[in-house]
């Protein structure tokens, strides 16, 4: 039998909290769940610094990628037979659902922020390289792992297939605002998914909705809509990545600096403050090797380094203002002077940082980041765009909202000797609102 058939003599499941149980009876699917790369995945976390927040947020891509997998299986198995679905392209869907977050690093954004990475082209890389999820991918055909890229990067043929992991309502999304509301406890995210994967039909080139299931949408897009103003954008969580941000900043810094010794060389940073990292030293980086120098950063020589690892590891986070861009940056320059002044250095210690989501988008073509539409079945087979039928999505539909926050750290504030100094610039801070607690 060839290997792209081959099934396991008996089903395996993973116990899973989310979706009860993960189903596996191909036996490449099983292969690559297996490699060296797709096992990393356990020492990422799904949602980076969020567990300082909430401190259930500890599940890892891994779990995130099974239960991507888990649900494109179960909408496959209710498109067999349908007109417009090719079960030929089943196994390809499947592979891609598994793989579509491979590239991720630790503390996914920071890191793409430091250091201008792209965990979309690592993912490319992971499986079109030479890995073992490339060689478990080309047993199935030579041109197999392109086909499985070009899925994850949306330049695939078969516009259907990409839709079910990438659109705006696709099994990428429905799992992790499912398991980020579980892990972390909120009662947000929740949604009868049961429900969108029954009345969810193949047409063409897209998935669209029965129209008898646009409320478990509704209720799906609000869910979503709720998870990144509670949960991803949360300020506490925001505090700890500014801080992260800020140690790799440093790191790199005293790594370029001619007259800094480390009593930890940052080794497995050094490609990536150069830019030269391999595939091979992007896949050695995980969590793990990250708090492991964080915590031994500690007892760096530089005071910056090592107070803002001090303050990561013990989750002594940075308190914030709102803040408008648009007008306060003049009190943001004086900050900035009056922090020299007091001999705190802005650039690590004052950060503006911003948020900001588009809940749900209508089709605009040619705009930036093209999103298509949800579309509804109605009952006389005609296509309908969800923000016209649904008057709760058309109240959300197209509005971005942002939000910037100025951090910076109170206690440290509070111990500058200067007396004067030191009301001048809580004086500018309380002037612009409420100084916002991070506990
Ligand atoms: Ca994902």
Known sequence: MAYKDEQLHEEKVFKDPVHRYIHVKDRVIWDLIAAPEFQRLRRIKQLGTTNLTFHGAEHSRFSHSLGVYEIVRRIIYNFKGRRHWNDDERLLSLCAALLHDLGHGPFSHSFEKVFKLDHEY??????????????????????????VADVIAKTYEDKLVVSLISSQIDADRMDYLQRDAYFTGVSYGHFDMERILRVMRPIEDQVVIKSTGMHAVEDYIMSRYQMYWQVYFHPVTRSAEVILTKILDRAKHLFEADDFTFKLEPTHFASFFTRSATLDEYLKLDEAVVYYYFQQWQEEDDVILSDLCERFMNRRLFKYIEFDPNKQMGEVKALQQLFRAADIDPKYYLVIDSSSDLPYDFYRPGEE???????????????????????????ISGKKRTDHKLYFPMDKLEEIKDEDLKQQIKAILYDQGEIQDVE
Do not use: C, W
């Open 122 to 147: 690592y993912t490319q890389q992971i499986i079109i390289g030479d890995t073992k999820v490339n060689e478990i991918l080309r047993r199935v055909a030579p041109g197999f792992p392109q086909k």
């Open 369 to 395: 980041e093209e999103r298509l539409p949800i579309h509804l079945l109605m009952p006389n087979n005609e296509l309908r765009e969800l923000s016209r039928q649904s008057d709760i999505v058309e109240a």
